[in-house]
């Protein structure tokens, strides 16, 4: 293998055997995660919603442009929930296994950042602390 160094003299290399876990708990983990973001993002949007009482709001439009009570979810509601589920695919940048475009989402550029700064602090550590091992002896 041949290392061409571009950026700083100081970098991090991880090798790691990848360690097979059973395949139910694989399950059972991405089980978990969905739950727990999908109610998240559901609690999230119910309560954003009752602070600002968009349903009363979209009964209150209803009312003005049609002169009459709704009885019950109407155009708005319905046009609202697919706009917000659109809006969500496209800032994430995918719908299932398809990516509009080639762009990271911004859950992959937080996570780079996040990668980038745990490493440079590990290099300043290993530096302060000159546990630094040079290749080329």
């Known amino acids: ?3 061409v160094n571009m950026g700083p003299e100081d970098f991090m290399i991880y090798y790691k055997e ?3 876990e059973k395949r139910w708990i694989h399950w059972i983990k991405l089980v978990f995660v969905s739950l727990v973001a999908f109610l998240g993002a559901g609690f ?3 309560t954003y919603n009752t602070d600002v009482g968009i349903d009363d709001l979209f009964h209150n439009m209803y009312e003005l ?9 109407n155009l708005l509601h319905f046009s609202y929930t697919v706009g917000l589920a659109m809006g969500i695919i496209i800032f994430f940048n995918h719908a299932g296994k398809i990516k509009l475009n080639d762009d ?12 980038r700064d745990v490493n440079d602090t590990l290099i300043i550590d290993a530096d302060r602390k000159k546990e630094e091992e040079d290749v080329d002896s």
Do not use: C, D, H, N
């Not at 442009?65 to 979810?73: S, V």
């Not at 990271?104 to 990668?115: A, G």
């Open 1 to 3: 293998i041949e290392v």
């Open 18 to 20: 990848r360690k097979e």
């Open 44 to 46: 999230s949007i119910m």
């Open 65 to 73: 442009i049609m002169g009459e009570t709704a009885k019950g979810p």
């Open 104 to 115: 990271p989402t911004p859950f992959e550029v937080q996570m780079r950042l996040y990668e």
